[in-house]
């Protein structure tokens, strides 16, 4: 039956495609199968969190977000994200892909050197704010990781509502850990950089506006 799907013949199977193979539909497929298959909250998606971590497979994941294909990165940072349900991998994976994670962000406007879609980017944002929640010392590493100032703009300065709105979500996480605001205020940051953008504020006053309209 369907179980025959969460061995651990079948993890090992998919990282040894992630380790081995040069194809971005391959190792698209494959981190996307693992996507999949650890989602949710169910038996078996706990015991694949569990079992990707055991067989050394996040090392394999977090070394693919250095991948010059969008689709692989963003089929691997959802994968990520959904193996931090797991609280083990989620304090390995805020202190080993936190760089690498924040490395493929654009700065606002500006674009990374990949040029990753929209929903690349919305991808990566949901990660990172899955594992800074609830965990004060992933935000920390996110601090040290220099991600601030890119959040700030593209909560800021982003054109795409959905970026805005992802970046938005992190940042205020981070503001929420009381523990961390000396360090914040060090650094130059203070509440009004955490909170929503201008420009996702500003459209949902125009979409309310529209929607009363008509």
């Known amino acids: 039956g369907f ?3 969460y061995q651990p013949e079948v993890v090992r199977l998919y990282l040894s495609l992630l380790t081995e193979s040069q194809n971005y539909n391959t190792l698209e ?6 996507q999949n298959l650890s989602a949710g909250q169910w038996i078996w ?3 694949i969190r569990a079992t990707v971590r055991k067989e050394k497979g996040l090392p394999v994941l977090v070394e693919l977000l250095r991948s010059d294909s969008d689709k692989v990165v963003r089929a691997v940072a959802i994968a990520l994200r959904n193996l931090s349900i797991d609280r083990r991998n989620k304090d390995l994976i805020g202190s080993y892909a936190m760089r690498d994670l924040v490395s493929n962000l654009p700065s606002g406007q500006q ?18 704010h899955e594992i800074v929640t ?3 010392e992933n935000a920390r590493s996110l601090i040290q990781a220099q991600a601030l100032e890119k959040l700030v703009a593209i909560n800021k300065t982003s054109q795409s509502s959905r970026e805005t709105k992802a970046a ?5 996480t981070v503001w929420s850990y009381k523990e961390l605001r000396n360090t914040l205020h060090k650094e130059g940051w ?3 950089h955490f909170q929503v953008g201008l420009i996702l504020i500003l459209r949902r006053i ?9």
């Open 206 to 214: 125009s979409s309310s506006q529209h929607l009363i309209f008509f």
């Open 45 to 47: 998606s706990t015991y």
């Open 134 to 136: 609830d965990s004060s």
């Open 29 to 34: 497929a494959a981190a996307g199968a693992l």
């Open 111 to 128: 674009r990374p050197a990949k040029n990753l879609e929209e929903d690349t980017v919305v991808a990566i944002l949901n990660t990172i």
């Open 168 to 172: 938005s979500h992190v940042l205020q």
């Open 3 to 5: 179980e025959l799907l």
């Open 190 to 192: 203070n509440k009004s």
